[in-house]
C-alpha cells in the first residue's frame, strides 16, 4: 500500500507520529510532505530540530517514508500518474483546510490533495481546531460534498483512558481503521472487556 500523508502547522503531532508509526509498522510506504509551520509544531512539540525519518517511520533507519519538498509542485505526487491508495492530512490546519476546500495547489500538500479528489482517491482530513468558525464549518460542507473524509481529533474515551497516549491512540486507530490498516491500537467498543471507570479526585 503506498499512502500519501501531510503534515500542517496544528497542534496535534502526536497524531501524526502514532499514525505513521503504526502505518509503516504494517508495511505501508508513506509518501510524507510536511509544511514549514508542521516543521515549527514537529519541533515545538517533539523537539525535532529538522524531520527525523527514523523518528517518524519508529525505526532505526527511516524505511518505510520518502519525504518531499513542500514547494515542490512537479513532484510525482502532484501528479494523478502517481497511483496511491489515499492521502492523509493529520493534523491539519484552519489555512490548510480552506485551501483544499477552495481547490488551491500552490504547495505540495494542496497539490496532491487536489489531485487526490479529481481521481476519486480517499482523502481523510483530521482537522484539529476548536472552536470553529463559520469559515471552517463552510468549508466542511464543501469538502464532505466533495467526497472528503472529515475526522476530527476528537476522541473517545469509552475504553477509560488513563495515559495521554492512550487518547492519541484513539484517533491514531481511528484512522488506520479508515485506511483499512490493520493495526493493534485499542480502538474497540467491547462492553465485556472494559476497564474500571477513572476515578476522579477532589483537589
Known sequence: MNLVVAITGASGALYAIRFL??????GVHVHLVISPYGRRLLHDELGMEKPDLAALAGNADGAGITLYNYNDVGSKLASGSFLHDGMVIVPCSSNTLAEVAHGLGDNL???????????????????????????????????????????PANPGFYLNPTTVLEVVDFVAGKLLDLCKIAHPLPTRWDPNNLRPPVKLTAE
Request: hydrophobic residues 50%; contains cysteine.
Open 109 to 151: 500538500i494542496s497539490r496532491a490533495a487536489a489531485v487526490s479528489l479529481k481521481e476519486r482517491r480517499k482523502l481523510i482530513i483530521v482537522h484539529r481546531e476548536m472552536p470553529l468558525s463559520p469559515i471552517d464549518i463552510n468549508n466542511y460542507k464543501t469538502l464532505s460534498d466533495a467526497g472528503v473524509i472529515l475526522c
Open 21 to 26: 508509526h503504526a502505518a509503516v509498522a504494517a
